[in-house]
């Protein structure tokens, strides 16, 4: 082989380094960016937040309309709404997933027209999915306005979410390990339980950490659903309101609230990256424990 | 299953005495040719296609049968349909008839788990779960009903001796068998059929993916196999099949087809095949 251009060492850089240079700028610069914008969103929901935060902020009620008193039953009801959203997504959208990534035949109509129309949903407004709840739930079922209505209501929204995530995830699990577990005689279900979910587990808990951030920033669907009522919920059937609507009412409606508006969104922030951080490590230890790579 | 001796009886228990592996110009044929199992007719096609058609042949009670012959002609899909493996292939579809000591294995009475209990196999590529290396073995023993956990410690550890691992691994069962080599990797995949106490082992280019010492270590265990498990194996080096085979089976693609052109003791098929085809692929003129 001849090469056509002589190598020459001592040659300058050329117009084409200065076109890297500049590239590696720009991606810099993008990257830069978007953390900048998480930074300046977090330094003023501090400056603006934590004055008002404290402990019994955490724990009191809420007094004239939110301006003064805490946020106590707000996050009781946040939290009973994501329960009762994820208790009934996680199986539903599992058992999907794993229909779809391994039971569904490859390319079959059946499985395509579940992706379409997880797809169309995933891209509904949460608006329509408030409606829908309401119809559904708290009309046609008779659940009213409450924190049950609120949350089937969240798990049919967050469904499509982790379904597809959950499902990419079990997809890309090695064929080797079915092959492997079924060559061994084993069941779809010893293979799925002690091989492909434990090798899935990051992917898993990637989806559902997705549904739950999802879930604690809705407002929308909770409106119709959940309800305003900022009491402590008796149970499961009373309405309560959920912190995402509270900062909503505060900020839109109630003058004066621009204070607990603050603080109670750098609660909800909080909030998201502490149960981020847990559903992460869960995930860890209770699947990914068995689950060993080098 | 209870029984509690290693996977791997001593040399004594074989069935067949006068038994020479390797030297396969002067040794006995291995065995009494008892056809272990008989395979008539056998055709796969996915979907339309039609990959291998009208194979018939008895594989031989305790000895190694080597399935030769170019990429694409149909060995692997061979290999799958006799523990049913091909039932997990959607739109693959096989005909003809395959009997295990005599009983058919597509008989929808049969329980394809427990068929392949008896029928392991063995990859390519070395397939360890991303377990632990005693999980690897302690899943499989519990999955089909070995509830003692002892046995099971036994089992493990004898079937680890017998493929040569326990040594190398003994101090560190729980650590992850992907952290393993590849040619211990693949022993480990083998002790995991073993464990089962398979009657048949049934292995695709078990060493074609790993390096030519670790190579080396896995065929002189599979070697050390015959006699006692029946074994069938798929392999693209013809100084390894000529080395532990004692039949070999030679499939061609004639007409886009795969089709088994010759099937015999392995010194004849390679010293003296009858049909030219043979000739040609194992002096290295075609193929």
């Given at each position: 082989m001849r090469s056509s251009t002589p190598y020459r060492?001592?040659?300058?850089?050329?117009a084409r380094h200065r076109g890297d240079r500049l590239f590696t700028l720009a991606v810099w610069a993008a990257a830069g960016s978007v953390a900048g914008v998480f930074a300046w969103l977090l330094v003023d929901l501090v400056t603006a937040g934590a004055g008002r935060l404290s402990w019994s902020f955490l724990v009191a009620a809420p007094e004239n309309a939110g301006r003064s008193g805490g946020i106590g039953p707000i996050l009781v009801s946040t939290l009973a709404i994501l329960a009762v959203a994820i208790a009934a997504a996680l199986p539903l959208g599992l058992g999907t997933a794993i229909w779809l990534a391994d039971f569904a035949r490859r390319g079959s109509r059946a499985a395509r027209r579940v992706r379409l129309a997880l797809d169309v949903l995933a891209g509904v407004p949460s608006i329509m999915f408030g409606l829908f709840g309401n119809a559904l739930f708290s009309v046609w079922l008779g659940l009213g306005f409450s924190i049950l209505s609120g949350g089937l209501t969240l798990a049919c929204m967050v469904l499509p979410i982790l379904i597809r995530s959950a499902e990419m995830g079990l997809a890309a699990v090695p064929d080797d390990w079915r092959r492997g577990a079924a060559a061994l005689g084993l069941t779809r279900a010893a293979a799925l339980w002690h091989v492909i979910l434990p090798a899935a587990a990051p992917a898993l808990s990637a989806g559902l950490m997705l549904g739950i951030g999802r879930a604690m920033a809705e407002t929308a669907a909770l409106i119709f659903t959940s309800g305003y009522v900022d009491r402590l919920p008796g149970s499961l059937l009373d309405s309560g309101r959920a912190l995402a609507v509270h900062i909503y009412e505060l900020s839109?409606?109630?003058?004066?609230g621009d204070g607990s508006a603050y603080a109670s969104a750098l609660v909800l922030i909080t909030l998201l990256l502490v149960i981020n951080g847990l559903a992460a490590q869960l995930a860890e230890r209770w699947l990914g424990r068995r689950i060993t790579t080098s | 299953m209870t029984r509690a001796t290693p996977p791997i009886p001593p040399q004594e228990a074989t069935r067949c005495v006068p038994y020479t592996v390797g030297d396969v110009f002067e040794g006995a044929p291995c065995c009494e040719p008892r056809p272990h199992l008989e395979i008539r007719d056998l055709s796969v096609a996915y979907g339309e296609r039609p990959?291998?058609?009208?194979v018939s042949l008895d594989i031989p009670r305790g000895c190694i049968t080597a399935l030769i012959g170019p990429s694409g002609c149909g060995k692997t899909s061979f290999l799958s349909a006799l523990n049913r493996l091909t039932d997990l292939i959607a739109g693959c579809r096989v005909s003809g008839e395959v009997r295990l000591d005599g009983a058919s294995v597509f008989d929808p009475a049969v329980d394809p788990l427990e068929l392949r209990r008896h029928v392991g196999m063995i990859f390519q590529r070395p397939n360890p779960f991303p377990l632990s290396i005693r999980r690897n073995l302690d899943m499989p023993l519990k999955e089909h009903g070995v509830r003692r956990r002892g046995e099971r410690e036994e089992r493990i550890e004898a079937v680890l001796r017998g493929v040569g691992l326990w040594d190398e691994v003994r101090d560190r069962?729980?650590?992850?068998?992907?952290?393993?080599s590849g040619g211990q990797q693949q022993r480990l995949c083998i002790a995991r059929a073993l464990v089962l106490e398979p009657d048949v082992l049934l292995m695709d280019e078990p060493c074609s993916a790993l390096d030519p010492l670790a190579s080396a270590v896995v065929e002189e265990l599979i070697r050390g196999l015959a006699g006692r498990r029946t074994i069938v194996i798929v392999t693209h080096n013809l100084a390894q099949a000529r080395r532990i085979a004692n039949y070999a089976a030679f499939f061609w693609m004639t007409e886009r087809v795969g089709k088994l052109i010759e099937f015999g003791q392995s010194r004849k098929v390679f010293d003296?095949?009858?049909?030219s085809l043979t000739a040609a692929y194992v002096s290295g003129m075609s193929g």
């Open positions: 060492a001592a040659t300058r850089p050329a839109m409606n109630v003058t004066g | 990959v291998l058609a009208g069962l729980d650590a992850p068998a992907l952290g393993l003296a095949p009858t049909h």
